[in-house]
């Protein structure tokens, strides 16, 4: 859980430009986390939803998780939208 509380703090909104940078940057794709208002890990009723940008997808088994590709449409939709409901954002990369 502690990853999950640095990863909601240390970001920027999901805008086109940023997804931009992000492939530009040699990001392939993006890992889906979804917290709660008191940052705990929810995909359910997500209030936050952070994309954390990775160069490859994991290999082991272990770390299966939700990805999507940085070029993909729905994130293109989601930076393009104005959602009330919850944010999105891209956590900062080391």
């Known amino acids: 859980m502690r990853k999950g509380i640095s990863e909601?703090?240390?970001?920027?909104?999901?805008?086109i430009k940023g997804l931009q940078k992000m492939e530009a940057e040699g990001y392939k794709y993006v890992q889906v986390k979804g917290f709660t208002m008191d940052?705990?890990?929810?995909?359910?009723?997500?209030?936050i939803m952070v994309l954390v940008?990775?160069?490859?997808?994991p290999?082991?088994?272990d770390k299966k998780?939700?990805?999507?590709?940085t070029n993909s449409k729905l994130l293109k939709q989601w930076a393009?939208?104005?959602?009330?409901?919850?944010t999105i954002l891209i956590a900062d990369r080391a």
Not at 8 to 15: H, I, M
Not at 39 to 47: A, R, S, W
Not at 65 to 69: C, G, Q
Request: glycine letters at 2%; zero cysteines.
């Open 59 to 61: 290999t082991d088994q």
């Open 80 to 86: 393009m939208e104005e959602n009330e409901s919850f």
């Open 53 to 57: 940008p990775m160069k490859e997808l």
């Open 39 to 47: 940052k705990h890990f929810d995909y359910i009723e997500p209030h």
């Open 65 to 69: 998780d939700i990805y999507e590709p």
């Open 8 to 15: 909601g703090q240390a970001s920027t909104p999901l805008t």
